[in-house]
């Protein structure tokens, strides 16, 4: 185990190195947290994990580039420029008109030079749609398991199938720290339409205002109705009726997307249950698979040949890869419901959230069940 004399200098030398986050005494609090578990985690035979965790973050920090001077640079290229000046106006409207922490969020930009930020690491049982769950110090459980490599993921998901496991991974474009840093807006997400960007943005900053440690469904549910609301005020604020009805139609195919993977995600589980042999059930398995690909190709002939999901569906369609669908969605009517009930006022929005986050397990549950 690393000694603190050793980890100061190697912070000494860092500081040295990044200039910009020398000067930020937070920051350097909040890597040395992340430094300490990565260096206790070290006994813990962890160390892989955690280590490429920290370097992964750490990278993003010392890659940052303030937007303001990226706009004077003049090698900046006019496309990001452009991208650069609607950030800066998102940022700006989720401040002031949906009170969102912005603080100097998305102030920065960092090139990742990769296709995918992080890679997410999915798992479920063969006969089982109930997902994986790995924890985390400040996360707490989630049903995924990050990686900043694609080469480490793919490698986890291979020891995974090894045991037995149903195995998915996929590529994420952007995440949030949950306020432990200023988060930046990050190349993987710079090819997306500027609604797009509008909404990933307000929906990671609704993290940073509420986060229930463990429950995936509830924090996600909240933020997407968050990004829901404030990008239809964005929107209307900006005079784009064109681009609102380009958001509908896309938010309108995702529904159909979810209840129709839902819909077969509850026959995978009603076969599961059936005392069947493991052969028949995974023939049987197999039968489903099929019928969801065919049902796919008859929705998307309904949306005129729209093949936004193709490549979704040309994976294996397993437990794993089921399982990473529903969680942004099943209480966001709870939450509209409760935007409803405080007039669409934000900051009232907020803090009946956040006193239901502070409610115990079961009060709060019987809440979202039974608005």
Same mark, same amino acid.
């Given at each position: 185990m690393?000694?603190?004399?050793?980890?100061l200098?190697?912070?000494?030398v860092?500081?040295?190195?990044?200039?910009?986050?020398?000067?930020?005494?937070?920051?350097l609090?909040?890597?040395?947290? @992340?430094?300490?578990?990565?260096?206790?985690?070290i006994?813990?035979?962890?160390?892989?994990?955690?280590g490429?965790?920290?370097?992964?973050?750490?990278?993003?920090?010392?890659?940052?580039?303030?937007?303001?001077?990226?706009?004077?640079?003049t090698e900046?290229?006019?496309?990001?420029?452009?991208?650069?000046i609607?950030?800066?106006?998102?940022?700006?409207?989720?401040?002031?008109?949906?009170?969102l922490?912005?603080?100097?969020?998305?102030? $920065?930009y960092?090139?990742?030079?990769?296709?995918h930020?992080?890679?997410?690491?999915f798992?479920?049982?063969?006969?089982?749609?109930?997902p994986v769950?790995?924890?985390?110090?400040?996360?707490?459980?989630?049903?995924?398991?990050?990686?900043?490599n694609?080469?480490?993921a793919?490698?986890y998901?291979?020891?995974l199938?090894?045991?037995?496991?149903? /195995?998915y991974t996929?590529?994420?474009?952007?995440?949030?720290?949950?306020?432990?840093?200023?988060?930046?807006l990050?190349?993987t /997400?710079?090819?997306?339409?500027?609604?797009?960007?509008a909404?990933l943005i307000?929906?990671?900053? &609704?993290?940073?205002?509420?986060?229930l440690?463990g429950n995936?469904?509830?924090?996600?549910?909240?933020?997407?109705a968050?990004?829901r609301?404030?990008?239809?005020?964005?929107l209307?604020?900006t005079n784009?009726?064109? $681009?609102?009805?380009?958001?509908?139609?896309?938010?309108?195919?995702?529904?159909?997307?979810?209840d129709?993977?839902m819909e077969?995600?509850?026959?995978?589980?009603?076969l599961?249950?059936?005392?069947?042999?493991?052969?028949?059930k995974?023939e049987e398995?197999?039968?489903l698979?099929?019928?969801?690909?065919?049902?796919y190709?008859?929705?998307?002939?309904?949306?005129?040949?729209?093949?936004?999901?193709?490549s979704?569906?040309s994976?294996?369609l397993?437990? &794993?890869? @089921?399982?990473?669908?529903?969680?942004?969605?099943d209480? /966001?009517?709870?939450?509209?419901?409760?935007?409803?009930? /405080?007039?669409?006022?934000?900051?009232?929005?907020? &803090?009946?959230?956040?006193?239901?986050?502070a409610?115990?397990?079961?009060?709060?549950?019987f809440?979202?069940e039974?608005?």
């Open positions: 690393l000694d603190h004399a050793r980890l200098s190697r912070f000494k860092w500081q040295r190195m990044i200039p910009e986050l020398a000067v930020s005494k937070s920051n609090i909040k890597l040395m947290v @992340l430094l300490a578990i990565s260096v206790f985690l006994s813990c035979e962890t160390i892989g994990y955690y490429q965790a920290t370097r992964g973050q750490l990278a993003i920090l010392f890659g940052r580039e303030d937007i303001q001077h990226l706009l004077s640079d900046t290229s006019e496309k990001l420029r452009g991208k650069f609607e950030v800066l106006q998102i940022r700006e409207f989720a401040a002031n008109d949906l009170d922490p912005v603080a100097n969020n998305y102030s $920065t960092v090139d990742v030079n990769r296709e930020v992080v890679w997410n690491v798992a479920a049982p063969e006969f089982s749609t109930d769950n790995w924890c985390y110090p400040i996360a707490g459980c989630v049903a995924y398991r990050g990686y900043f694609e080469a480490g793919l490698h998901a291979a020891q199938e090894d045991e037995g496991f149903d /195995v996929g590529g994420v474009d952007a995440y949030s720290t949950l306020g432990w840093f200023d988060d930046s990050l190349s /997400v710079m090819s997306r339409a500027n609604y797009q960007l909404g307000i929906h990671e900053l &609704a993290h940073q205002i509420a986060y440690p995936t469904t509830f924090n996600e549910s909240f933020a997407t968050v990004e609301e404030g990008l239809r005020r964005w209307q604020a784009r009726a064109n $681009t609102i009805a380009i958001a509908e139609r896309d938010r309108s195919r995702q529904q159909k997307f979810i129709l993977v077969f995600r509850d026959q995978f589980t009603e599961y249950e059936l005392e069947l042999s493991e052969a028949r995974r398995k197999t039968g698979q099929n019928r969801l690909r065919e049902e190709e008859n929705l998307k002939a309904s949306w005129d040949g729209y093949g936004g999901y193709d979704w569906f994976r294996s397993n437990n &794993a890869q @089921l399982s990473t669908v529903g969680s942004y969605n209480y /966001v009517p709870f939450f509209n419901n409760l935007l409803e009930q /405080v007039d669409g006022v934000m900051p009232d929005f907020y &803090a009946e959230v956040q006193r239901i986050v409610l115990s397990e079961e009060e709060r549950n809440l979202l039974n608005y």
